[in-house]
């Protein structure tokens, strides 16, 4: 087996691509990001179809040939050193089967962005490059605490990553060490039975989500269980959890990590028996830490629940 390879440290001066590789954005939408990056000492640059706007049943940012276009050359393009998505959505699985990495392998670089993203991140690690599965560039409406940011550009910059977090009525306790891999719970479901799936064997996942109905969730665990995921896997961390169901009947809609779909999650578990962390800060809430995909991660979930890179 390959090892991961991950990409040098940014330095002041770098330039950073933003790219819209799924749903339309507003360039309003990113101001405030934009002028973070230039705070932090590096350079946007805007792919060419960032705010582009193309409708056939979503808005995609552009159509799939002009999506394909912007991520081959942040991917590729030399003097680029990051690539930032600037949101999610829908539409990144239309570009699996044509990304390329030719130029990309002689100088790799980290590709931050989450949600739809997620597709990306597996691709990339299908190709033993390590991502960042954190805050897009487009903030949601509820905000995003300081942290969110601050702690990618810890990443960019070459510093370790260390959480301890509140432990949860649902945790297993156990210790797993592993490579972290998965994201959203929807686009790990997605890639199942293809190329571009994770290989969860002695693997550490992590799952997030928004917007499902419930009898949905259990419906995306349940693929996962009868394609043998939760028998590969050493450890899993469970993140944010937020409008599921029906605004009108779940009186956690607004919730990071909604009570419910944590109950529907832990029943779906209870025969298996490795370490499991709930309510990690990852995901589509307000305090969005990232999460390094293609890390050996150590967990630790007692009367102390620790994550270590």
Same mark, same amino acid.
């Given at each position: 087996?390959?090892?991961?390879?991950?990409?040098?440290?940014?330095?002041?001066?770098?330039?950073?691509?933003?790219?819209?590789?799924?749903?339309?954005?507003?360039?309003?939408?990113?101001?405030? *990001?934009?002028?973070?990056?230039?705070?932090?000492?590096?350079?946007?640059?805007?792919?060419?179809?960032? @705010?582009?706007?193309?409708?056939?049943?979503?808005?995609?940012?552009?159509?799939?040939?002009?999506?394909?276009?912007?991520?081959?050359?942040?991917?590729?393009?030399?003097?680029?050193?990051?690539?930032?998505?600037?949101?999610?959505?829908?539409?990144?699985?239309?570009? &699996?089967?044509?990304?390329? %990495?030719?130029? @990309?392998?002689?100088?790799?670089?980290?590709?931050?962005?989450?949600?739809?993203?997620?597709?990306?991140?597996?691709?990339?690690?299908?190709?033993?490059?390590?991502?960042?599965?954190?805050?897009?560039?487009?903030?949601?409406?509820?905000?995003?605490?300081?942290?969110?940011?601050?702690?990618?550009?810890?990443?960019?910059?070459?510093?370790?990553?260390?959480?301890?977090?509140?432990?949860?009525?649902?945790?297993?306790?156990?210790?797993?060490?592993?490579? &972290?891999?998965?994201?959203?719970?929807?686009?790990?479901?997605?890639?199942?039975?293809?190329?571009?799936?994770? !290989?969860?064997?002695?693997?550490? %996942? @992590?799952?997030?989500?928004?917007?499902?109905?419930?009898?949905? %969730?259990?419906?995306?665990?349940?693929?996962?269980?009868?394609?043998?995921?939760?028998?590969?896997?050493?450890?899993?961390?469970?993140?944010?959890? *937020?409008?599921?169901?029906?605004?009108?009947?779940?009186?956690?809609?607004?919730?990071?990590?909604?009570?419910?779909?944590?109950?529907?999650?832990?029943?779906?578990?209870?025969?298996?028996?490795?370490?499991?962390?709930?309510?990690?800060?990852?995901?589509?809430?307000? !305090?969005?830490?990232? %999460?390094?995909?293609?890390?050996?991660?150590?967990?630790?979930?007692?009367?102390?629940?620790?994550?270590?890179?």
């Amino acid at each position: 087996m390959k090892s991961v390879v991950f990409p040098k440290s940014l330095k002041k001066g770098d330039k950073i691509a933003i790219i819209s590789p799924a749903g339309a954005v507003e360039e309003s939408h990113l101001t405030q *990001t934009l002028d973070l990056i230039k705070n932090k000492g590096y350079e946007p640059v805007i792919g060419k179809h960032t @705010f582009g706007k193309f409708s056939n049943g979503y808005n995609y940012s552009g159509t799939e040939e002009e999506r394909i276009q912007d991520i081959n050359w942040a991917l590729n393009n030399s003097e680029i050193s990051a690539v930032w998505a600037s949101r999610g959505g829908y539409g990144c699985q239309h570009l &699996l089967k044509h990304l390329t %990495l030719k130029e @990309f392998k002689k100088n790799p670089k980290w590709y931050i962005g989450y949600s739809d993203n997620t597709v990306i991140q597996s691709y990339l690690l299908k190709n033993d490059f390590a991502s960042i599965h954190g805050q897009t560039i487009k903030t949601p409406s509820f905000g995003v605490s300081e942290e969110s940011y601050t702690e990618i550009f810890d990443i960019l910059e070459g510093k370790k990553l260390k959480y301890s977090v509140e432990k949860h009525q649902f945790n297993k306790k156990g210790k797993a060490e592993g490579e &972290l891999i998965g994201g959203n719970l929807a686009l790990v479901y997605a890639l199942l039975g293809t190329k571009f799936s994770f !290989d969860f064997k002695d693997k550490i %996942l @992590f799952l997030e989500d928004i917007g499902e109905n419930f009898y949905s %969730l259990d419906r995306m665990l349940m693929s996962l269980d009868l394609a043998g995921v939760f028998k590969k896997i050493t450890g899993l961390i469970i993140g944010g959890m *937020t409008n599921m169901g029906s605004e009108n009947e779940n009186k956690n809609y607004e919730e990071s990590f909604d009570e419910f779909a944590y109950e529907i999650i832990a029943h779906r578990l209870k025969k298996y028996h490795f370490p499991t962390l709930f309510a990690f800060p990852n995901g589509h809430i307000f !305090d969005n830490r990232p %999460l390094i995909i293609g890390a050996k991660v150590k967990m630790e979930v007692g009367e102390k629940v620790n994550l270590n890179f």
